[in-house]
């Protein structure tokens, strides 16, 4: 019967949707023009997640995602692009978004693979 199991004030998506009000006002301060918001990760509970952010005005140029099957389509009417296709460092700052257990280590890997750096570059923002 505690609140925090309880009450839907501490259920995850109210966690999600306060992290998101922060994240937001972070982006906006660190994250100048031409630099441009992408996602990593295009499956639905990142969407969702993704969509809080934009709920604050956070505007995303795309997603970023390892699978054949959401490559080259549009999400949104956003792009979904392989990491190979991801727009250099000084065009692009990425959200890590994918909550599947060992994607996290993936996507850092990858990223610094190719120059950036975690927080200044990505952030890692799990959704699962």
Same mark, same amino acid.
């Given at each position: 019967g505690r609140l925090s199991r309880t009450d839907p004030r501490y259920a995850p998506e109210a966690f999600y949707r306060l992290k998101a009000l922060w994240l937001?006002?972070?982006l906006k301060r660190e994250v100048e023009p031409p630099r441009r918001v992408w996602?990593?990760?295009?499956?639905?509970?990142?969407?969702?997640?993704? =969509?809080?952010?934009a709920a604050h005005g956070v505007a995303?140029?795309?997603? &970023?995602?390892? @699978? =054949?099957k959401k490559t080259g389509r549009a999400v949104g009417g956003?792009?979904? &692009?392989?990491? @190979? =296709?991801?727009?250099p460092?000084?065009?692009?700052?990425?959200l890590g978004y994918v909550g599947t257990r060992g994607a996290r280590d993936l996507i850092r890997a990858a990223l610094l693979a190719t120059?950036?750096?975690?927080g200044r570059d990505f952030l890692m923002c799990a959704c699962g």
């Open positions: 937001a006002e972070w996602i990593w990760g295009a499956g639905r509970p990142t969407r969702q997640r993704a =969509a809080h952010l995303f140029a795309g997603y &970023v995602d390892v @699978d =054949a956003l792009p979904v &692009v392989g990491p @190979d =296709a991801l727009p460092r000084e065009e692009s700052f990425v120059g950036r750096s975690e």
